[in-house]
C-alpha cells in the first residue's frame, strides 16, 4: 500500500481526483508505478482538466490537512495591520495564498509574504496571474 505522501489530489471545485502511482493515469498514459514528482509538467487532471498544480499530497508537508492546521490561528495571531502576513485569495479560484505556511512544494517557504512572491508567480490551482489576487 502506497504512503499518503505519494499520493496527489486535485483542488479543483467538485473535482477530488486522487493520483494514485501504484495506479498511474491511464487516460493520461502515466504507466503504474510512477511517481507524481516524474509525471510530465503538461499533464492535466484525467477528471477535470486541471494542471498539475491544482494537485497537492494528501498528506505531510504541502498538504491540505497540514495547511489546515496551520491556517487554524488565534485571533490574535491575525490580528494587525497590512503586512506580510497578509492573505491574498485568487479572484478566478477562490485559493488563498497564506504567507505563513508558504507553497513549499512551488520553492516559496514558509514566512514568504505575497509582496516577495516573484512577479510571474501564478496560483497553483488554477494558474491565475499574481494581479489575479486580492488581500483577504
Not at 499518503?4 to 508505478?33: F, H, L, S, T
Not at 507553497?103 to 510571474?120: I, K, N, R, V
Amino acid at each position: 500500500m502506497i504512503a499518503p505522501e505519494e499520493m496527489y489530489q486535485c483542488q479543483m471545485v467538485n473535482c477530488g481526483y486522487i493520483y494514485n502511482p501504484e495506479k498511474g493515469d491511464r487516460k493520461g498514459k502515466i504507466a503504474k508505478g510512477t511517481r507524481f514528482k516524474d509525471i510530465p509538467d503538461d499533464w492535466h487532471c484525467p477528471v477535470c482538466g486541471a494542471s498539475k498544480k491544482a494537485f497537492r499530497p494528501l498528506a505531510g508537508p504541502g498538504s491540505v490537512h497540514a495547511e489546515n492546521a496551520k491556517t487554524q490561528e488565534t485571533p490574535e495571531q491575525t490580528s494587525g495591520s497590512e503586512g506580510s502576513m497578509q492573505k491574498y485569495r485568487c479572484n478566478i479560484c477562490g485559493y488563498v495564498y497564506d504567507p505563513a505556511a508558504g507553497e513549499p512544494a512551488a520553492g516559496h517557504a514558509p514566512g514568504t509574504s505575497f509582496e516577495d512572491l516573484p512577479d510571474d508567480y501564478e496560483c497553483p490551482v488554477c494558474g491565475a496571474a499574481k494581479d489575479d489576487f486580492s488581500a483577504v
